[in-house]
């Protein structure tokens, strides 16, 4: 162990590899959430619910993709660097949010939406008012699941030219120097723990009193 690398690996590589994975880790968790929940909440309309079997089908077999496989994928139509990163990361990340939402609308008593629309609300009303906040905390947990993982995935980045946590990690791997490694996989596994505890304190604020821990 050499400090001097240490703290070249830490002072001087890691403030921009770590800003650069959580612009990669937000941009795929933000459209991961675009997409998936409003395909969560398509699958339990009653129109669209005999689809829900296929969709999530299709969520679980692109999930088994490994990501260096559709980064592959991606990259003659997207090029190097960080694009076909997000675009591995945010198909990866759409299952756990889609599955989710859809679990959690499911899980509103049919007798609290019908106290609704005989309030006199109109379906849209019910759900932006009445089953999205009362489903939110497993909508969260999915969110949470989702963010852990494109984390972890997010390393690959590295292997593009699209920088990240994962740069640190590959030059400890190529050149033999173990403070890089260090460096690179402790702020990630820093970066998933404290992520994981910040949407885990969310999802307990946004829950009924009465769900609570």
């Known amino acids: 162990m050499s400090w001097d690398r240490f703290q ?5 590589r890691a403030p921009e590899a770590l800003a650069v994975h959580c612009f990669m880790v937000l941009v ?38 490994p990501g260096l496989a559709i980064v592959a994928l991606a990259m003659p139509f997207l090029g190097m660097g960080l694009k076909p990163t997000i675009v591995a990361l945010v198909v990866q ?16 008593s049919p007798d609290v939406k019908e106290a609704a629309q005989g309030m006199g609300m109109s379906q849209r009303k019910v759900l ?4 999205l906040p009362l489903a939110m905390p497993v909508i969260l947990a999915g969110i949470r699941t989702s963010t ?10 590295a292997y593009i030219g699209g920088g990240g946590l994962g740069d640190l990690i590959l030059i400890g791997l ?8 260090l460096v690179g996989a402790g702020l990630g596994a820093l970066l998933a723990i404290f992520l994981d505890r910040a949407l885990g304190y969310l999802e307990r604020r946004v829950a009924p009193p009465a769900q609570r821990a």
């Not at 070249?8 to 001087?12: G, H, R, T, Y």
């Not at 990340?93 to 509103?108: E, F």
């Not at 190529?174 to 490694?181: A, D, K, T």
Request: hydrophobic content about 60%; aromatic content about 12%.
């Open 174 to 181: 190529n050149m033999f120097w173990p403070e890089f490694l």
């Open 28 to 65: 795929a968790v933000v459209l991961a959430v675009a997409v998936s929940v409003p395909i969560g909440i398509l699958l339990t309309r009653p129109r669209y619910r005999k689809f829900g079997i296929i969709v999530l089908n299709i969520l679980n077999l692109l999930q088994t993709v």
């Open 128 to 131: 932006w008012e009445v089953e």
């Open 8 to 12: 070249e690996a830490f002072f001087n």
């Open 93 to 108: 990340a759409l299952l756990p949010i889609a599955r989710n939402t859809i679990a959690g609308l499911n899980g509103v």
């Open 148 to 157: 852990v993982y494109v984390v972890s995935v997010g390393t690959l980045a």
